[in-house]
């Protein structure tokens, strides 16, 4: 099959969990025999130079980069908050040199597949009814508006109100796509319901994100335990709502009792006002590490308290992948299907948060156990390729 993706941002180097999920996809399509372009806007804040993508990727896919802005502007977004009712988030990927970019490549291809790897790059797709026959996909990477809405509870005065706006204009503007695509793929059960709710009622195959054991593997040679560890984009709202709650709320009776333990965050684009609120005792900030996976593999128990976000944390999918102990909210671990007390521990407050640290912290078979059965999960549910094969094979069922 001939298949074009279509994204907001350049998939390389694949550090967040959007890029993640558009890289994997791109290998497992390209493993299995299919040829693939991906177009990408090339943002100012996600910058990468042609020659920057090594060998390896090119030859997985033919990478097609078009530069896009979509700068953050204060008075575009007080602009747009008076005079439009579309959301900012949205118009910012709106671009006149991105629409000539694809016109172009799909007139010159004849694609059986277009996949748009998110909500903000759906506007494109009477683009291509215009111009090509292919079978058009929208890939949800998550429940864009209820990032939103999640985020508005959280937060106080001016921020809320406005919050509540944005999370109302992107869920307009969200359903008012429903079914302007020939397939969905949600790539969570929990994020395909929601959407059906909405008023999707075109076909649909969940197809979570993959992960491709090559790339990653357990390895306890380095282990440091005790230790706790957080990995994240620090420049995303909910990793720094969710790491300032865990050490207000959790961080100091840890360490109270634990008075030599570590806890180690890493993560890229940290505010400088974070950074300041991390440096506190026994918190060692790492900034964004060069190895993600050996970072991982040298820590014990990774924390995740998330309180807002959609979709699904491909952090925690690596993180099991690694067999590591996991404590996470049931947010943090929302659409993955995953076992309390098996595979992972889950809690909602500070109390049981603290508790089930603590549990890991002092029963090193729990800790040892818990981790074996998260990875023997991931091997289960997420091989990279099986995935691809299945959505592949849904593709066929709609194509010529």
């Known amino acids: 099959m001939n298949i074009l993706q279509v994204t907001n941002k350049v998939p390389f180097p694949a550090r967040d969990g959007g890029a993640i999920a558009c890289m994997n996809l791109t290998k497992g399509f390209s493993q299995l025999g299919n ?69 172009d490549l799909i007139s010159e291809n004849q694609f059986d597949i277009i996949q748009f790897e998110g909500l903000y790059v759906c506007p494109y797709i009477p683009l291509i009814r215009k111009y090509s026959n292919a079978t058009v996909v929208y890939r949800a990477h998550n429940v864009e508006f209820e990032i939103w809405e999640r985020a508005a509870k959280l937060s106080r005065g001016l921020k809320k109100i406005y919050l509540q706006n944005l999370s109302k204009r992107i869920k307009r503007f969200e359903t008012g796509l429903l079914n302007s695509y020939d397939l969905l793929v949600p790539i969570t059960d929990r994020d395909g319901n929601i959407l059906d709710s909405l008023g999707n009622i075109k076909d649909k195959q969940v197809s979570p994100t993959g992960i491709d054991s090559s790339v990653g593997a357990p390895d306890t040679s380095s282990l440091e335990f005790p230790s706790l560890f957080h990995i994240g984009s620090l420049e995303w709202a909910p990793n720094q709502e969710g790491l300032l709650w865990f050490i207000k709320n959790c961080w100091t009776k840890i360490h109270n ?42 820590k014990a128990i990774m924390i995740v308290p998330l309180f807002s976000g959609s979709g699904m944390r ?67 549910n997420f091989d990279n390729l099986v995935l691809s094969k299945k959505l592949i094979g849904f593709y066929k069922q709609y194509t010529k």
């Open 257 to 298: 009792k634990y008075p030599d333990l570590r806890f180690y965050i890493a993560g890229r684009n940290a505010p400088r006002w974070l950074i300041d609120k991390l440096n506190i005792e026994g918190v060692l900030f790492e900034g964004e590490v060069n190895d993600a996976y050996q970072f991982m593999n040298s």
């Open 35 to 103: 040829r693939v372009t991906v177009l990408a806007m090339n943002t100012l804040k996600h910058h990468v130079h042609p020659h920057e993508i090594p060998d390896e990727i090119n030859q997985l896919a033919t990478f097609k980069l078009v530069d896009v802005p979509a700068q953050i502007n204060a008075f575009a977004a007080l602009a747009n908050l008076l005079f439009s009712r579309k959301p900012y988030n949205a118009v910012r990927f709106i671009d006149r040199n991105f629409s000539t970019a694809l016109v």
């Open 314 to 380: 491909i952090k925690i999918i690596e993180g099991m992948a690694l067999g590591k102990s996991i404590v996470s909210t049931s947010i943090g671990a929302e659409g993955i299907n995953v076992s309390d007390g098996t595979n992972i521990l889950l809690a909602n407050e500070a109390a049981g948060f603290i508790k089930a640290v603590f549990n890991l912290l002092e029963d090193r078979d729990s800790f040892e156990r818990i981790g074996r059965n998260a990875g023997l999960f991931i091997q289960q």
